[in-house]
């Protein structure tokens, strides 16, 4: 996975998880006889109150694998299945779906590690605070793959043959592939200027002595 490769963002996630294991991997284990298909590991994702590093985590966690599971039987499917364009097109849209939160988390984990301003009194900490940038850059970077593998999902989805196909269960899904098709989301934007914006705190930081 596009997570799993980038190594700075690898070894944050081991260790925020390390904690999210050891409490939870009896529970875990128990899931592994019950727990299968994209859609069960997608319904163990839910949205904290308050996000804490663990939380993401945790999300992260659960979202990965419904993106490596299968599929359920279209009679389980998070929406009505009617026939085999229906089952195809929900397919296309779920995977969509899944990569926008993946890449949703991703951005709140790494701004829990980014610094907005690189104000003069933390000079005294200036290398504790790089590195903190490059753990969000990292997870940024594994957003921006997740946006990329996004969009491939909604073209599949946007394909003429489903021109006239909708979902109506699934009208959340539908409005996040009209909003990609039409460019009105645009993740890469929001990225990228996040990027931009980290680059020039780090460099602030790197410049930095320990006089203030």
Same mark, same amino acid.
């Given at each position: 996975?596009?997570?799993?490769?980038? +190594?700075? =963002?690898?070894? =944050?996630?081991?260790?925020?998880?390390?904690?999210?294991?050891?409490?939870?991997?009896?529970?875990?284990?128990?899931?592994?006889?019950?727990?299968?298909?994209? @859609?069960?590991?997608?319904?163990?994702?839910?949205?904290?109150?308050?996000?804490?590093?663990?939380?993401?985590?945790?999300?992260?966690?659960?979202?990965?694998?419904? $993106?490596?599971?299968?599929?359920?039987?279209?009679?389980?499917?998070?929406?009505? $299945? @009617?026939?085999?364009?229906?089952?195809? +097109?929900?397919?296309?849209?779920?995977?969509?779906? $899944?990569?926008? +939160?993946?890449?949703?988390?991703?951005?709140?984990?790494?701004?829990?590690?980014?610094?907005? =301003?690189?104000?003069?009194?933390?000079?005294?900490?200036?290398?504790?605070?790089? *590195?903190?940038?490059?753990?969000?850059?990292?997870?940024?970077?594994?957003?921006?793959?997740?946006?990329?593998?996004?969009?491939?999902?909604? *073209?599949?989805?946007?394909?003429?043959?489903?021109?006239?196909?909708?979902?109506?269960?699934?009208?959340?899904? *539908?409005?996040?592939? *009209?909003?990609?098709?039409?460019?009105?989301?645009?993740?890469?934007?929001? $990225?990228?200027?996040?990027?931009?914006?980290?680059?020039? =705190?780090?460099?602030?930081?790197?410049?930095?002595?320990?006089?203030?």
């Amino acid at each position: 996975m596009k997570f799993a490769q980038n +190594k700075s =963002v690898r070894a =944050v996630f081991k260790k925020l998880i390390l904690c999210f294991v050891f409490v939870c991997f009896v529970s875990v284990d128990l899931l592994a006889y019950i727990v299968s298909y994209k @859609e069960q590991f997608y319904k163990l994702y839910h949205i904290h109150y308050s996000q804490n590093p663990d939380d993401t985590v945790e999300n992260i966690y659960w979202l990965e694998r419904a $993106i490596e599971a299968d599929f359920c039987n279209p009679l389980y499917a998070l929406g009505k $299945i @009617e026939d085999e364009k229906d089952w195809a +097109k929900y397919r296309y849209m779920f995977m969509m779906h $899944i990569n926008l +939160k993946l890449l949703e988390q991703h951005l709140r984990l790494g701004s829990k590690f980014d610094k907005q =301003v690189a104000y003069f009194y933390n000079a005294p900490w200036r290398e504790q605070n790089i *590195e903190s940038l490059q753990h969000a850059e990292s997870c940024y970077n594994a957003a921006l793959e997740y946006w990329k593998e996004a969009k491939l999902w909604a *073209e599949k989805a946007n394909q003429p043959q489903y021109r006239f196909l909708f979902l109506t269960d699934l009208q959340y899904w *539908e409005d996040e592939r *009209e909003r990609i098709k039409t460019g009105e989301l645009n993740y890469e934007r929001i $990225i990228k200027r996040e990027l931009k914006r980290l680059q020039k =705190v780090r460099k602030e930081f790197m410049n930095m002595d320990d006089t203030y």
